[in-house]
């Protein structure tokens, strides 16, 4: 499918009509039909607004199929959300241990360094679209 085709489907996904999009993220809806029947195609500016509107990555927008395969890159996920609380609690203890830090915790403290580790992560991914320019979504 193309982009055009990628963000119409998302868009009617969302119950979105182009004017509510275009508002949503501050374009014309003029603009939205043109990317919509492939007479334009987004920046990567407006790709980004269009997937986060959409609720979808840019990736899916473009709708690549081997995204993650080029060497040298990591895919650090969008939403913690997708990482269960227990996947969360084993990999910040294996993360302690790797860094060294011999001592026991409670599931409470644990817990607790989940919930600022969500919060890290966060604000590590609002950072890292704010100020990289060399991103691959």
């Known amino acids: 499918m193309s982009i055009g085709s990628n963000i119409r489907a998302y868009r009617k996904k969302m119950g979105l009509t182009q004017f509510d999009l275009a508002k949503k993220i501050d374009i014309s809806p003029m603009s939205i039909r043109r990317f919509e029947t492939d007479q334009r ?8 607004r269009l997937a986060s509107a959409l609720d979808c990555t840019p990736s899916d ?27 969360a609690m084993i ?13 026991a915790l409670t599931t409470d403290e644990l817990k607790r360094i989940t919930k600022i580790t969500r919060e890290l992560h966060k604000a590590l991914i609002d950072d890292i ?9």
């Open 41 to 48: 195609t987004p920046s990567i500016e407006y790709l980004s």
């Open 61 to 87: 927008l473009l709708d690549w199929e081997d995204k993650w395969s080029l060497p040298g890159t990591k895919r650090l996920r969008q939403k913690p959300e997708d990482i269960s609380d227990e996947k």
């Open 91 to 103: 990999d910040i203890s294996e993360l302690l241990d790797y860094a060294g830090l011999n001592f």
């Open 129 to 137: 679209r704010e100020n990289t320019k060399d991103l691959i979504v």
